[in-house]
């Protein structure tokens, strides 16, 4: 089974170490000890970060859209051509690049610096362990 630090669920979870060890002392997943370092159970974690999700779409903030993948970030770089665009996003570890009109680009105010929230939806999605 695998298993996490609480180093490696805060970067899965996309907060702090220091909020990890808030919400394990709160009793929101159970946590041990191997070695010393606090390990959470992947099975667990997995689990926790559904609720946490769930959480996030119970605020009300959410638009109703059928993209379940939502990637909240800042727009990193934009290259504009005569009728497309193509714009960079930094959403958290991962760099995210969306090809639209150049139209779209000009209506949403995009710009490096603003806030995004990059939304895929994708009929093949591959998946990589580790």
């Not at 170490?17 to 000890?33: C, L, N, Q, S, Y």
């Not at 005569?82 to 760099?95: F, I, K, L, N």
């Not at 105010?109 to 990589?128: C, Q, Y």
Request: glycine share 12%.
């Amino acid at each position: 089974m695998e298993s996490y630090t609480m180093g490696q669920a805060a970067d899965l979870l996309g907060v702090s170490v220091d909020t990890v060890r808030r919400w394990a002392d709160a009793g929101r997943f159970p946590t041990h000890r191997e070695g010393g370092r606090r390990i959470v159970e992947g099975p667990a974690l997995a689990g926790f970060c559904v609720e946490v999700a769930q959480e996030g779409a119970d605020d009300g903030d959410t638009p109703y859209t059928s993209a379940r993948n939502a990637f909240p970030g800042i727009v990193t770089a934009i290259k504009l051509g005569d009728v497309s665009a193509q714009v960079e996003v930094q959403a958290g570890p991962h760099r995210v690049v969306s090809l639209l009109t150049r139209e779209a680009v000009e209506e949403l105010g995009l710009e490096p610096g603003v806030t995004v929230t990059a939304r895929v939806k994708s009929t093949s999605v591959h998946i990589e362990r580790g």
